[in-house]
């Protein structure tokens, strides 16, 4: 056997989505706080925040910059889908890119149509449960041991797109009460340290226990990111929007530059 053909092979046992280690963990984080700074820094500080949707033409920040980002998540669960392999640069491009579309579009849907926090988070984990019953119906399984392939990848940037705009929503609703943006990432902290105690500890469903995980991380993402560029008056630390985006990307570029990032195996036995 040559070497390309052991190379195809090797290729053929993978996945297109990097394994589950705390690397991975570390950079979504950051990358869901990314997606709360660049958002806002778009479609607030940019573009100017409005919640009047019912304007001459109803283009108010939030709409404009869901637009923007759409647009860049589309084009790029077009290339991953079309790449061959595991790509870390693209797939975390395209994480970031569902973060800050998630961020402008739960902004819109909670503030510009009015259903509020309450009513925003609900609708939003509907779309969720939703995405993962259809994924799940389809092809039998809701692993990311199997999005390997084009249905299964388009099932999983969009159930992940819609947690990520999910996350916005209940990461404000939270924030925006008593507990305050430090109180708010006390609370959804917590909840992934017992996510990761049930891991550790229990024979819990593991697909279960990631997409819990992989959900909390971003209303965690979403308070701190808030916590960071929200006026003092408001609990915040009142920093430049874009300064922070900044750093994040930096943080993140580092990350996945120098923290090992290997393709998620597949399995001979997909768990559901």
């Given at each position: 056997m040559n070497d390309e053909m052991r190379d195809a092979l090797k290729s053929d046992?993978?996945?297109?989505?990097?394994?589950?280690?705390?690397?991975?963990?570390?950079?979504k984080i950051l990358a869901?706080?990314?997606g709360e700074t660049m958002g806002d820094t778009v479609s607030m500080s940019w573009l100017g925040e409005t919640t009047d949707a019912a304007g001459q033409s109803g283009l108010?920040?939030?709409?404009?910059?869901?637009?923007?980002?759409?647009l860049a998540l589309a084009?790029?669960?077009?290339?991953?889908?079309r790449a061959r392999a595991f790509h870390p640069m693209l797939y975390w491009a395209t994480i970031i890119a569902s973060t800050t579309a998630g961020t402008t579009l739960a902004d819109f849907a909670t503030r510009s149509l009015g259903i509020g926090y309450p009513g925003g988070s609900l609708l939003l984990l509907s779309l969720v449960l939703a995405s993962l019953l259809a994924w799940h119906r389809a092809?039998?399984?809701?692993?990311?041991?199997?999005?390997?392939?084009p249905r299964a990848?388009?099932?999983?940037?969009?159930?992940?797109?819609?947690?990520?705009?999910?996350?916005t929503a209940l990461g404000d609703w939270v924030a925006d009460g008593p507990l305050g943006y430090l109180g708010a990432a006390g609370i959804f902290g917590g909840a992934l340290v017992l996510v990761a105690l049930a891991w550790f500890t229990t024979s819990t469903n593991r697909v279960a226990l990631f997409w819990a995980a992989f959900i909390l991380t971003r209303p965690l993402g979403a308070v701190v990111g808030?916590?960071?560029?929200?006026?003092?008056?408001?609990?915040?630390?009142?920093l430049s929007r874009a300064a922070a985006s900044g750093v994040l990307a930096l943080a993140i570029v580092l990350l996945i530059l120098f923290v090992p990032q290997r393709a998620e195996r597949r399995s001979s036995t997909i768990p559901v």
């Open positions: 046992l993978l996945t297109k989505v990097p394994a589950i280690t705390l690397g991975f963990w570390i950079i869901t706080t990314f108010n920040g939030y709409v404009v910059g869901t637009a923007i980002f759409g084009a790029l669960v077009w290339a991953q889908i092809l039998g399984s809701i692993s990311v041991q199997s999005v390997h392939e990848e388009l099932y999983y940037w969009l159930t992940i797109t819609f947690s990520q705009t999910l996350g808030d916590f960071l560029d929200k006026p003092v008056a408001h609990g915040g630390l009142e």
